[in-house]
């Protein structure tokens, strides 16, 4: 009963969530918590994605709730936790960012970086655990980069793609563009990406360290992330291979200019 709902703890709502959206009957659970008022009363923010329209051109679907509700049904049965509260709440700022621009087009600017906010505090209201708030918060605020994916370069998309949430946000893409316009170019790209970086680990070993740098010469400091940062970089895109290439080049570009 959505009245009484305030009588039982956040602890029990948040392990009756679970049962639902972990469910392969997760859309029919999602049908029963919008009937029944549910919905309004535990989660007002899913409530309020009704009727806030998006551009038909990426949308066709409809409206913000049903765009979310589509996507629970592209999910495979088994889903983790983060994976599931992302698809419910990665556009869950939508309604707080909708602006139409001189065009007539509706925009949501930021409503990643705002989701992702909103996404934890919904997530701590409702006693979930710190590692699965995390990792959900972390998915909301990443959903938009994939658009950016084929664009960059090398070692920004190893990195990337050797987050630890990753994986989870390759399904959370799909299921979002499943649920829309049904374009899936970048996910393809991504799952070929990750085909070709099988072979290896896609953040290899450090091939310098901040020991080098000293024997180099060059004195800690700051400076020696920035260094460090650029020899990975440059290993990531196959620029440097060993040690001795990677040490030769932070003479050259580093080591030399200080001692001058």
């Given amino acids: 009963n959505a009245a009484s709902i305030n009588q039982i703890s956040a602890e029990r709502i948040r392990d009756g969530l679970m049962r639902i959206f972990l469910s392969p009957s997760r859309t029919r659970g999602w049908d029963l918590l919008d009937s029944s008022g549910l919905m309004r009363a535990i989660l007002p923010e899913i409530e309020a994605m009704k009727g806030c329209k998006q551009p038909e051109q990426f949308h066709p679907e409809g409206d913000v709730f049903e ?16 994976l599931v509260f992302s698809v419910l709440l990665h556009d869950v700022a939508k309604p707080r960012t909708a602006t139409v621009d001189e065009t007539g087009r509706i925009r949501f600017s930021g409503h990643d970086r705002m989701g992702a906010e909103m996404t934890e505090k919904i997530m ?43 994986d989870d946000e390759l399904e959370l ?88």
Wanted: aromatic share 8%; with cysteine; glycine share 4%.
């Fill in 124 to 166: 701590r209201r409702l006693r979930f655990s710190g590692a699965e708030i995390d990792a959900t918060v972390e998915m909301v605020r990443q959903h938009m980069v994939f658009k950016d994916v084929p664009k960059m370069r090398e070692a920004k998309l190893k990195r990337f793609m050797a987050r630890p949430t990753f």
């Fill in 67 to 82: 765009h979310t509700r589509l996507m629970l049904r592209f999910l495979p049965e088994k889903v983790s936790v983060p």
């Fill in 173 to 260: 893409h799909r299921v979002d563009c499943e649920g829309s316009h049904r374009m899936l170019d970048n996910y393809e790209f991504l799952l070929r990406k990750r085909e070709e970086f099988a072979n290896e680990p896609i953040i290899p070993p450090p091939l310098v360290r901040g020991d080098d740098l000293i024997a180099l010469g060059l004195k800690p400091g700051p400076r020696f992330g920035e260094i460090l940062d650029a020899v990975e970089t440059r290993q990531l895109e196959g620029n440097l291979r060993t040690r001795e290439e990677a040490l030769e080049w932070v003479q050259r570009e580093y080591a030399q200019s200080e001692k001058h």
